[in-house]
């Protein structure tokens, strides 16, 4: 069973920046076929989309709440996924958790539902 491992989560000021990456436990298994997404859960809130990348990366798809401010990319060489956040919020305040699509990645995704594997989360603090 494949593992989602997230990294790249931290304190930072109201402003700032932060590269999260997401990568497979077993480096055997490619993500690099399937559709890749970021979703947050705040304290208190339901987890909720972030962003979404299709297989090849041309297509992807963020929350209005983020657009212009997150950009989702891969790496096909390294088998990882990153999520660009900058002009950070303290409302961006969450914990971070990356999703493997359950079908081939023909187009992004959206819900929940549509992702079988999860990472643990990484969390992400900003302070005002």
């Known amino acids: 069973q494949v593992q989602l491992v997230e990294s790249g989560g931290g304190l930072v000021q109201a402003g700032g920046s932060l590269t999260l990456s997401c990568t497979a436990s077993e480096r055997s298994f490619s993500l690099n076929t399937y559709s890749m997404g970021w979703f947050r859960q705040a304290p208190g809130k339901e987890r909720e989309f972030v962003a979404s990348?299709?297989?090849?990366?041309?297509?992807?798809s963020v929350a209005e709440s983020v657009k212009g401010r997150f950009t989702i990319s891969r790496d096909y060489v390294a088998n990882t996924v990153f999520l660009h956040v900058t002009t950070l919020k303290p409302d961006d305040t969450a914990v971070y958790y990356c999703?493997?699509?359950?079908?081939?990645?023909?187009?992004?995704?959206?819900?929940?539902?549509?992702?079988?594997?999860w990472g643990q989360g990484t969390q992400v603090t900003v302070s005002s």
């Open positions: 999703a493997k699509s359950r079908l081939y990645g023909d187009t992004t995704y959206r819900s929940i539902g549509d992702y079988d594997y």
């Open positions: 990348t299709n297989g090849n990366g041309a297509s992807t």
